[in-house]
C-alpha cells in the first residue's frame, strides 16, 4: 500500500502542482583573444552580488535575440554587438523572489560577440562587470547547466 501511494504521488500528483516554467532569454557576450581563444564577459546580480550573464524576460516587440541584445545593453552597457539567431544552450533555475516564492525558469542563452562597451549606461551603478576565460566563468557562476555551457564555449 506504501509503494502505491509513493508511486502515486511521485509519478502523478507532484507533477500536476508543478509550475511551468517561465522563459528567459541571456547574452553570452564574449569577445575574440587569439586564434583559437576568447574571454566572456560576466557581471554581478543586482540582490546577491553573484556572478550572472545578462538575462531578462522577453520583450514585447522583440525577438529572443533582440531581447537578449536589449538586456546586454542594460545590465553590461554592451553598444554593439552581434547575436547569433539560434541559442547556443538553455539552463534552467528558479528565480526567487523577496517574498520567498520560486518561480521555475528556463533560460535560453543566445552568444554575442562584443564590438563595444559603454562606461555608462542603465544599470552601471549597480553591477560589476569583467572578462573572464570560459573556464574562469564556468566556476563563477552558480547553475551548472550554464557552467557546461560557459566550459564549452569556444
Known amino acids: 500500500m506504501f509503494d502505491y501511494l509513493k508511486t502515486t504521488w511521485t509519478d502523478y500528483i507532484q507533477p500536476m502542482m508543478r509550475r511551468p516554467r517561465r522563459l528567459q532569454v541571456a547574452a553570452l557576450c564574449f569577445r575574440r583573444t587569439g586564434e583559437e581563444g576568447c574571454q566572456i564577459l560576466l557581471i554581478t546580480s543586482r540582490g546577491t552580488g553573484?556572478?550572472?550573464?545578462?538575462?531578462?524576460?522577453?520583450?514585447?516587440?522583440?525577438?529572443?535575440?533582440g531581447s537578449a541584445m536589449q538586456e546586454a545593453w542594460e545590465e553590461a552597457g554592451l553598444l554593439?554587438?552581434?547575436?547569433?539567431?539560434?541559442?547556443?544552450?538553455?539552463?534552467f533555475y528558479d528565480?526567487?523572489?523577496n517574498s520567498g516564492f520560486a518561480l521555475p525558469v528556463e533560460t535560453l542563452v543566445y552568444a554575442v560577440e562584443v564590438g563595444e562597451l559603454a562606461d555608462s549606461f542603465p544599470?552601471?551603478?549597480?553591477?560589476d562587470r569583467a572578462?573572464?576565460?570560459?573556464?574562469?566563468?564556468a566556476?563563477?557562476?552558480?547553475?551548472?547547466?550554464?557552467?557546461?555551457?560557459?566550459?564549452?564555449?569556444?
Not at 554593439?80 to 539552463?91: A, H, I, K, L, N
Not at 572578462?131 to 566563468?137: L, M, V
Not at 566556476?139 to 560557459?150: A, C, G, W
Open 50 to 65: 553573484r556572478w550572472i550573464i545578462p538575462k531578462g524576460w522577453p520583450i514585447t516587440g522583440r525577438d529572443a535575440p
Open 139 to 154: 566556476e563563477r557562476v552558480n547553475e551548472p547547466d550554464l557552467k557546461t555551457i560557459l566550459r564549452n564555449f569556444s
Open 123 to 127: 544599470e552601471a551603478s549597480q553591477r
Open 80 to 91: 554593439r554587438g552581434r547575436v547569433e539567431q539560434e541559442p547556443v544552450g538553455s539552463y
Open 131 to 137: 572578462w573572464f576565460t570560459p573556464a574562469e566563468a
Open 95 to 97: 528565480k526567487t523572489y
